[in-house]
């Protein structure tokens, strides 16, 4: 059974860089036409998509964060990152990993969810 | 504000029926395929239809998700305690080139 686990630092001072890795276990993460993503959940607010990248690279992001959003795939380590850089408290958010169908776009398994605190 | 527009909460008594409805428009629900979620705090989003109507392995059949040109519509029956959280629309928006959820709609069961 596929399982997907975020992990990274629960505090991030302003302004530097977010950095979160999901491990996927239980598959590969060369499998399938599948993507991987990013979702946020700020306190309060509801589910705001981040973005996806496949193994091959190829990534699609949310245009309002895509001048500080960085993703990559490392297929040795069955992992994907997030990076998010200049932080501001507005970034506060539970933030989950997620495997993504494409064409079909959805999001089928979900990590259990980690949640990062931006403040000095 | 979402591109997708969902009531922000619906409530009903146990044993009833609700509908949540996800209104786009003609570069996302119409071209593309509407998937929905349940989300409860602190835990994983859970996939409920995908496809527009489609269920994963596992999900009763008392919730079904139907579509029709720029909206979709959640159909929940039989409703249980266990069925109180926020729930979701999303799907793949063309002129944005990104996926998008709706505002989420927090249901109630009294």
Redesign the interface.
Known sequence: QLQLQESGPGLVKPPETLSLSCTVSGGDINSGAYYW?W?RQPPGR????I??INTSGRT????SLRSRVFMSVDTSKNQFSLGLTSVTAADTAVY?C?R??SF?????V????TTVAVSS | QSVLTQPPSISAAPGQKVTISCSGNSFNIEKKYVSWYQHLPGTAPKLLIYDNDKRPSGIPDRFSGSKSGTSATLDITGLQTGDEAEYYCGTWDLSLSEAVFGGGTRLTVL
Not at chain 1, 60 to 63: G, L, Q, S
Not at chain 1, 104 to 108: H, P
Not at chain 1, 110 to 113: A, F, I, L, V
């Open positions: 993503g979702v509801g589910l705001e998509w973005g996806i699609f992001y949310k245009a989950y997620a993504y169908k079909n776009d959805f999001m089928d979900w990590g259990r969810g």
